[in-house]
């Protein structure tokens, strides 16, 4: 029994299964799951969902094959701001016409979050000297959401003739490492809702930081006992 009202990750990912001629496969897939958050039934986290709202909207672009994933993080986003995120399924050279018509009704007011590095700038960035000046007007603001592996980010940005006119929005290795420092115990390799989570932190929203992070923690805390199998963390 689905437990909550679908939100635009639910809505496209049943699109996409519906459309698809192969069935996508997840490990554990002999587990039973709860049809809303997708983890084993010992390990449902539909009880911690309160949805809220956000100042900040957002746009998750997902490659095909992280929309399936029980373990994908993009979806707690929705979970927690529903009303202000929309999901739509990345084509390199076919975008989804809706997505298209809402960048150009955003008129500018737009921009791809990407976890850049110092080897990785593109032209179109948001360098360090300009980002104090854009995240104080960035409230109202819509920011892409690139959900992949961080290979599959980069394709996705960089092979999208249509995506080159969006500036982006790189969390610097340095504020990564001061997340780090605050998270102790983890690599530089994180999760989609972590890199939203420094977003919001960058933006002076510390409660919605902090929510999102709060979420992503005992969410991915669900998917250790969801492999466990019923045992007990």
Same mark, same amino acid.
């Given at each position: 029994?689905? %437990? +909550?009202?679908?939100? !635009?990750?639910?809505?496209?990912? &049943?699109?996409?299964?519906?459309?698809?001629?192969?069935?996508?496969?997840?490990?554990?897939?002999?587990?039973?799951?709860?049809?809303?958050?997708?983890?084993?039934?010992?390990?449902?986290?539909?009880?911690?969902?309160?949805?809220? !709202?956000?100042?900040?909207?957002? $746009?998750? =672009?997902? +490659? /095909?094959?992280?929309?399936?994933?029980?373990?994908?993080?993009?979806?707690? $986003?929705?979970?927690?701001?529903?009303?202000?995120?929309?999901?739509?399924?990345?084509? /390199?050279?076919?975008?989804? %016409?809706?997505?298209?018509?809402?960048?150009?009704?955003?008129?500018?007011?737009?921009?791809?979050?990407?976890?850049?590095?110092?080897?990785?700038?593109?032209? &179109?960035? $948001? $360098?360090?000297?300009?980002?104090?000046?854009?995240?104080?007007?960035?409230?109202?603001?819509?920011?892409?959401?690139?959900?992949? !592996?961080? %290979?599959?980010?980069?394709?996705? =940005? +960089?092979?999208?003739?249509?995506?080159?006119?969006?500036? !982006?929005?790189?969390?610097?290795?340095?504020?990564? *490492?001061?997340?780090?420092? *605050?998270?102790?115990? +983890?690599?530089?390799?994180?999760?989609?809702?972590?890199?939203?989570?420094? =977003?919001?932190?960058?933006?002076?929203?510390?409660?919605?930081?902090?929510? =999102?992070?709060?979420?992503?923690?005992?969410?991915? *805390?669900?998917?250790?006992?969801?492999?466990? /199998?019923?045992?007990?963390?």
């Amino acid at each position: 029994m689905i %437990k +909550h009202t679908p939100h !635009t990750v639910d809505i496209l990912r &049943n699109d996409c299964a519906t459309r698809s001629k192969r069935p996508f496969v997840a490990r554990g897939s002999s587990v039973t799951r709860c049809p809303s958050c997708l983890m084993a039934e010992n390990a449902c986290f539909c009880d911690e969902r309160r949805p809220t !709202t956000s100042p900040v909207d957002f $746009i998750l =672009l997902y +490659h /095909r094959d992280e929309i399936f994933k029980p373990t994908n993080s993009g979806r707690l $986003i929705a979970d927690l701001f529903p009303e202000q995120t929309k999901a739509y399924l990345w084509s /390199r050279t076919e975008p989804d %016409k809706a997505l298209l018509k809402r960048l150009s009704d955003l008129n500018g007011k737009v921009t791809i979050l990407y976890p850049e590095t110092a080897r990785r700038i593109s032209e &179109n960035s $948001i $360098i360090e000297s300009e980002k104090s000046a854009f995240l104080e007007r960035s409230q109202q603001h819509t920011f892409i959401i690139l959900d992949g !592996t961080w %290979k599959q980010a980069s394709k996705m =940005l +960089h092979q999208s003739r249509w995506l080159d006119s969006i500036p !982006t929005l790189g969390m610097s290795e340095a504020q990564q *490492r001061t997340f780090l420092v *605050r998270h102790s115990g +983890h690599e530089m390799q994180f999760a989609t809702a972590e890199v939203v989570s420094m =977003l919001l932190a960058q933006l002076a929203l510390p409660v919605e930081s902090d929510q =999102l992070l709060s979420y992503y923690q005992m969410f991915n *805390r669900r998917c250790l006992k969801s492999r466990k /199998r019923g045992n007990d963390l």
